[in-house]
C-alpha cells in the first residue's frame, strides 16, 4: 500500500471513529444509541475494511465507560462488548462481498454471534446485578439486527455519493 493511500485510510478510520464517539457523547437513550453505534461499526467495515470497524468496535466501549455512558458497573463487561463488536465487524466484513445477499447473512450471523459472547458470559460469568445484565442481553442482539440493516440501506447510495466525487 502506498503511504497515500495509507494515510487516506487511517484519516477515514478517524474520522468514522470521531463520528461514531459523537454518536455516543450526544447520550441519546440506550435504543436509539445502541443501533446508532453499530449502524456506524458496520458501514465504518464497508467503508474501510473490516480492520478499520474492528479498530473503532474495540475503542468505543472503552470510550463509553470513560465518558461515563456506560455504569462503572459495567466496566467487567468492556472486553466482552469489545470482542462482539470485533466479531460483529469481521464477519459482516468476511461475508459482505463473498456472494450475493452476503451482507445480510453478516449481519444475521454478526449479529448472533455478538449477542452470544455478549450475553452468556454476562449472565452466568459476571458477578452483574440483574437490571445490568439485562441490559447485556436481547438488547444487544436488537441493536445489532437494527444497526446493521440500517448501514447496508445506507451503504449502497454512500458509496455511490462518494464514487462520484473521484
Given at each position: 500500500m502506498r503511504p497515500v493511500n495509507s494515510i487516506r485510510l487511517l484519516a477515514r478510520v478517524a474520522l468514522l471513529l470521531a463520528i461514531t464517539l459523537v454518536i455516543q457523547g450526544l447520550r441519546l437513550p440506550s435504543p436509539v444509541t445502541g443501533p446508532l453505534v453499530n449502524l456506524m461499526l458496520i458501514l465504518s467495515t464497508a467503508l474501510v475494511g473490516a480492520a478499520g470497524g474492528v479498530v473503532i468496535g474495540l475503542l468505543t466501549?472503552?470510550?463509553?465507560l470513560l465518558l461515563g455512558i456506560l455504569p462503572p458497573a459495567l466496566a467487567p463487561a468492556v472486553p466482552l462488548i469489545m470482542g462482539g463488536n470485533a466479531l460483529y465487524c469481521l464477519l459482516f466484513g468476511l461475508l459482505n462481498q463473498r456472494f450475493k445477499g452476503g451482507d445480510l447473512v453478516g449481519i444475521?450471523?454478526?449479529?448472533?454471534?455478538?449477542?452470544?459472547?455478549?450475553?452468556?458470559?454476562?449472565?452466568?460469568?459476571?458477578?452483574?446485578?440483574?437490571?445490568?445484565?439485562?441490559?447485556?442481553l436481547v438488547p444487544q442482539l436488537i441493536n445489532a439486527l437494527i444497526g446493521g440493516v440500517a448501514a447496508i440501506l445506507l451503504f449502497h447510495p454512500l458509496r455511490q455519493a462518494l464514487n462520484r466525487k473521484k
Open positions: 466501549p472503552w470510550a463509553a444475521g450471523l454478526g449479529s448472533l454471534l455478538k449477542f452470544a459472547l455478549i450475553a452468556m458470559p454476562a449472565r452466568h460469568l459476571l458477578q452483574l446485578p440483574s437490571p445490568l445484565v439485562e441490559v447485556l
